[in-house]
């Protein structure tokens, strides 16, 4: 009878575990919640800084060897 109150004992205490580990994680998702709402957001209107004035579609090429490539096509 002894073995079983271990056993019985041993299993409250893994409940125990798992139900603060449930309510620590649901308070770290409120508090992720609070602050993601509180977080200055960029209005959709916005451009990004990092994409400001790129243009969709072929870009110039950044070393300036347009010429070079315009010259060998029209030599062949």
Do not use: C, F, Y
Not at 14 to 31: D, L, P, S
Request: net charge negative; hydrophobic share 20%.
């Amino acid at each position: 009878m002894a073995n079983r109150t271990k056993v019985t004992q041993q299993k409250r205490a893994r409940e125990r575990a798992k139900q603060e580990r449930m309510q620590e994680k649901t308070r770290r998702r409120e508090e992720a919640k609070t602050r993601k709402a509180n977080e200055p957001h960029q209005p959709s209107g916005d451009e990004d800084p990092d994409i400001a004035g790129i243009i969709p579609g072929p870009q110039p090429s950044p070393w300036g060897d347009d010429d070079l490539v315009d010259e060998e096509t029209t030599e062949k």
